[in-house]
């Protein structure tokens, strides 16, 4: 059974993400958000380090957000450069605009 409070849109997009990594080295890259909500997002294909209660920026459609990371996949695994991430309190959420461009093809109000 899902635990997560909201449903989340699988979307595959490009995102470029930035910060300070486990070993103290700033990084950015562009990655893929496999699936988001108005709160967090899964990332694939981070390759540096992230620790949970890390702070990272992310960036969709020049729209900039603070996230917190909630989990990092191990190194090695099937999940190897998987990232949760909680939106930051406070910060607006990258993503409202396609949110509700999915909302009218689905028919919602």
């Known amino acids: 059974m899902d635990r997560r409070r909201q449903s989340r849109i699988v979307s595959g997009l490009q995102v470029r993400i930035w910060g300070i990594d486990a070993k103290s080295r700033p990084f950015q890259a562009t990655v893929t958000a496999v699936n988001m909500s108005s709160h967090g997002t899964l990332l694939q294909g981070v390759r540096n380090h992230l620790r949970p209660g890390d702070t990272i920026e992310l960036q969709y459609e020049g729209q900039t957000t603070a996230y917190t990371v909630i989990w990092s996949s191990a190194?090695?695994?099937?999940?190897?450069?998987?990232?949760?991430?909680?939106?930051?309190?406070?910060?607006?959420c990258p993503w409202s605009e396609l949110r509700l461009h999915y909302a009218a093809e689905a028919g919602c109000s």
């Open 75 to 92: 190194p090695g695994t099937v999940q190897d450069g998987h990232v949760g991430l909680r939106r930051a309190e406070n910060q607006p």
